[in-house]
């Protein structure tokens, strides 16, 4: 299985997009190797700005950009966009509704050895909450591509999370990727798992085992967090159990969106749901590996999860 951060996919498409635009631009604060834009900025020097260490300042020059037709992709690490500059986004972008897109690279604790200062485990949670915000976190380097295309197209503003490890290639090549619609990849009767960015991959590998266990396992990849697919969590909910899984805290993420449309939806049974994430905690220093291992996101967490439903 091919392994590629999603972070390399969106430096690899964002060049193509702006071969194929020309309204597309790039700001980054003084990230650019680590955002992947390097490319972006050889090929289109005239529309790629290095605004220094001023993530406030990135988000109000790119809401001014989007007033004169550009399309602004303003590019850092998830934790400064949305922590940092989160009163721009709400005031320049969200607020007027201008077309700005927020790349938030290295989302999660997969950020490894930088630690608990730049591991953003929040940031979902900051950014659905914020009126006129989309939120998309694509699961692997194909949807990446997918998302970063579908954000272009989209009047409005957006907020792409991304990782900094590679992960598996698990989705199918040829689909269509329309934002606020999930992705239903296994069909069962048992459990459904719902899963967002990384985690999509880890619940097919799950799902796989638990079927060799005689449980019928639903899975389902939501690259989009806002607007949610209720949709798709009513279908799920049928089966009467349902994991939700995120490289997230369990406060107010995707798991926290799940439990918000089962409340709110007066189904005819009872549905029993187990939120899996990071437990209202911050990250830590270690491999991405070893984190995810300490934090309990893996596959085999994921089915202990699913068995006690």
């Not at 639903?218 to 697919?229: E, L, N, Q, R």
């Not at 939120?275 to 202990?304: C, E, H, P, R, W």
Request: aromatic share 6%.
């Amino acid at each position: 299985m091919t392994n590629i951060s999603t972070r390399d996919a969106f430096g690899k498409t964002i060049t193509e997009l702006g071969r194929e635009n020309t309204a597309v631009a790039v700001l980054n604060a003084d990230l650019m190797s680590a955002t992947k834009t390097g490319d972006f900025n050889k090929n289109f020097p005239d529309r790629c700005f290095n605004l220094g260490i001023a993530e406030a300042d990135m988000v109000d020059f790119a809401a001014g950009l989007a007033t004169t037709g550009f399309i602004p992709f303003a590019c850092t690490f998830a934790v400064f966009a949305a922590g940092r500059a989160f009163d721009q986004i709400r005031q320049s972008v969200c607020y007027p509704h201008t077309n700005v897109k927020i790349v938030g690279t290295h989302g999660g604790i997969t950020v490894g050895e930088d630690g608990a200062t730049h591991q953003a485990v929040e940031d979902i949670a900051l950014m659905r909450a914020l009126p006129n915000m989309t939120v998309l976190v694509p699961a692997d380097a194909g949807e990446t591509e997918k998302a970063v295309a579908a954000a272009a197209a989209y009047d409005g503003p957006v907020y792409l999370r991304l990782g900094r490890s590679p992960v598996p290639v698990c989705m199918p090549d040829t689909y269509e990727f329309k934002i606020g619609r999930a992705m239903r990849l296994r069909q069962g009767k048992d459990i459904a798992i719902l899963a967002t960015g990384i985690m999509v991959s880890m619940a097919l590998q799950a799902a796989e085992k638990l079927e060799a266990e005689g449980k019928s396992v639903s899975v389902y990849d939501f690259h989009t967090i806002k607007p949610i697919d209720k949709d798709a969590i009513r279908e799920a909910a049928q089966c009467g159990r349902i994991l939700t899984a995120e490289e997230h805290s369990i406060v107010g993420g995707f798991g926290s969106s799940v439990d918000e449309v089962i409340c709110q939806s007066n189904l005819p049974e009872p549905v029993k749901v187990y939120n899996m994430g990071i437990n209202d905690t911050f990250g830590s220093t270690g491999s991405a590996d070893v984190l995810l291992q300490a934090y309990g996101l893996t596959v085999d967490k994921m089915i202990a999860h699913a068995l006690t439903l």
